[in-house]
């Protein structure tokens, strides 16, 4: 019933920017936390950055100062702006949100995952 869709992975070089993009679809009434999580190869999943409905965020200390999450209230999207990318920043990242649908229901949905490569 809700369908969580990431883009703007790929290839980019250290020191480089990309920003990834996560849309929301469904029956959708209202979405609380969302989140971007990260899982390089042989790791663990690990959360990268939280933003509330009210505009609380978190980051994990291996990104601050570097991304920004942000989201369209309106367009049921969460974004993430990565700026100096490091190779360690290689990894899958997913999208997750707390998601309210019209009938009532909670659901923990995530994201099929987009792949971030950061060469050296």
């Known amino acids: 019933q809700v369908q969580l869709v990431e883009s703007g992975g790929g290839l980019v070089q250290a020191g480089g920017s990309l920003r990834l993009s996560c849309a929301a679809s469904?029956?959708?009434?209202?979405?609380?936390?969302m989140r971007w999580y990260r899982q390089a190869p042989g790791k663990q999943r690990e959360l990268v950055a939280a933003?509330?409905?009210?505009?609380?965020?978190n980051y994990a200390d291996s990104v601050k100062g570097r991304f920004t999450i942000s989201r369209s209230i309106a367009k049921n999207t969460v974004y993430l702006q990565m700026n100096s990318l490091k190779p360690e920043d290689t990894a899958v990242y997913y999208c997750?949100?707390?998601?309210?649908?019209?009938?009532?229901?909670?659901?923990?949905?995530w994201g099929q995952g987009t792949q971030v490569t950061v060469s050296s």
């Open positions: 933003l509330t409905h009210g505009g609380s965020t």
């Open positions: 997750n949100a707390d998601v309210y649908s019209n009938y009532g229901s909670l659901f923990d949905s």
């Open positions: 469904g029956s959708i009434f209202s979405i609380s936390t």
